[in-house]
């Protein structure tokens, strides 16, 4: 099972994944049937989530029936305990749309709820985060997860996430983290080669390696940044799959 998914990961492009990975997850599903853990964004229980990962999957990772992962589940948590964005309708800018939070945002949401990305067939607009077809101010929420180390100016991209923000709307900037992780940000315009991005990179289709300055970068575009441990809350039950390690990057625009 691991070295399948695994492969799927690696050769399939993630928008046909995207389109039909979710049937086959679920039929994989019966055979973890059980009450070991639990997704908190479908309900769904399982003896134990599906393996995930590119080179060395990790276990007990993967959502068979919404395809959530660690990072999902964790940010679900997050949004039901510390934010307000459950309680009643918001402006919501959704980035390269997760298919596990579109059902539940868009209930909560309705039309305020947009989707959007440069490729995903999720995505109810098709735009550049370099350049956002937004108005300034338009957002009260955005939610940008493991995107901006594929694009070519994180930097640009977070000042147009500042850009479309209401003063003292926020928004979750998650990047992977590939260990042993640099004091400093790295990337190379001249790493073109997809092996040498995975060696150089940690991933074929990323251009930087993140360090341990990411907050900084996140404050050059003008946001307020912090990184919570809200994760650790449930270091002693983990009873949703959690990578109990893994940062929540809030960052904010000043009222």
Same mark, same amino acid.
């Given at each position: 099972?691991?070295?399948? *998914? /695994?492969?799927?990961?690696?050769?399939? =492009?993630?928008? &046909? %994944?995207?389109?039909? /990975?979710?049937?086959?997850?679920?039929?994989?599903? %019966?055979? &973890?049937?059980?009450?070991?853990?639990?997704?908190?964004?479908?309900?769904?229980?399982?003896?134990?989530?599906?393996?995930?990962?590119?080179?060395?999957?990790? %276990?007990?990772?993967?959502?068979?029936?919404?395809?959530?992962?660690?990072? #999902?589940?964790?940010? $679900?948590?997050? %949004?039901?305990?510390?934010?307000?964005?459950?309680?009643? =309708? @918001?402006?919501?800018?959704? *980035?390269?749309?997760?298919?596990?939070? @579109?059902?539940?945002?868009?209930?909560? #949401?309705?039309?305020?709820?947009?989707?959007?990305?440069?490729? /995903?067939?999720?995505?109810?607009?098709? @735009?550049?985060?370099?350049?956002?077809?937004?108005?300034?101010?338009?957002?009260?929420? +955005?939610?940008?997860?493991?995107?901006?180390?594929?694009?070519?100016?994180?930097?640009?991209? @977070?000042?147009? *996430?500042?850009? +479309?923000?209401? =003063?003292?709307? $926020?928004? *979750?900037?998650?990047?992977?983290?590939?260990?042993?992780?640099?004091?400093?940000?790295?990337?190379?315009?001249?790493?073109?080669?997809?092996?040498?991005?995975?060696?150089?990179?940690?991933?074929?289709?990323?251009?930087?390696?993140?360090?341990?300055?990411? +907050?900084?970068?996140?404050?050059?575009?003008?946001?307020?940044?912090?990184? /919570?441990?809200?994760?650790?809350?449930?270091?002693?039950?983990?009873?949703?799959?959690?990578?109990?390690?893994? +940062?929540?990057?809030?960052?904010?625009?000043?009222?």
């Amino acid at each position: 099972m691991k070295k399948l *998914i /695994s492969l799927l990961i690696r050769y399939v =492009p993630r928008k &046909y %994944l995207q389109r039909v /990975s979710g049937i086959g997850l679920r039929v994989m599903g %019966l055979f &973890y049937a059980g009450n070991g853990v639990e997704c908190p964004i479908c309900r769904h229980h399982y003896r134990t989530f599906l393996p995930y990962g590119r080179v060395n999957p990790r %276990l007990n990772a993967l959502c068979p029936h919404c395809q959530s992962l660690e990072r #999902h589940r964790l940010i $679900w948590l997050y %949004l039901q305990a510390k934010t307000e964005f459950f309680h009643h =309708p @918001m402006d919501v800018l959704h *980035i390269a749309p997760e298919a596990c939070f @579109m059902p539940g945002f868009g209930k909560q #949401h309705g039309a305020r709820y947009v989707t959007a990305d440069l490729e /995903s067939p999720l995505a109810k607009v098709k @735009m550049d985060i370099h350049q956002m077809p937004f108005g300034n101010n338009s957002f009260d929420v +955005v939610l940008c997860n493991h995107v901006l180390e594929h694009v070519q100016d994180d930097i640009q991209a @977070m000042r147009e *996430i500042y850009r +479309v923000l209401r =003063p003292g709307g $926020w928004a *979750i900037l998650q990047v992977p983290f590939f260990h042993p992780v640099p004091e400093v940000t790295f990337e190379d315009p001249a790493v073109t080669l997809p092996s040498e991005r995975e060696r150089v990179f940690g991933q074929d289709d990323h251009v930087r390696k993140y360090g341990k300055d990411y +907050v900084r970068r996140i404050q050059s575009s003008g946001l307020l940044a912090e990184g /919570s441990d809200f994760g650790k809350s449930y270091a002693s039950n983990n009873r949703y799959g959690l990578s109990v390690n893994e +940062v929540l990057y809030i960052a904010t625009k000043p009222k």
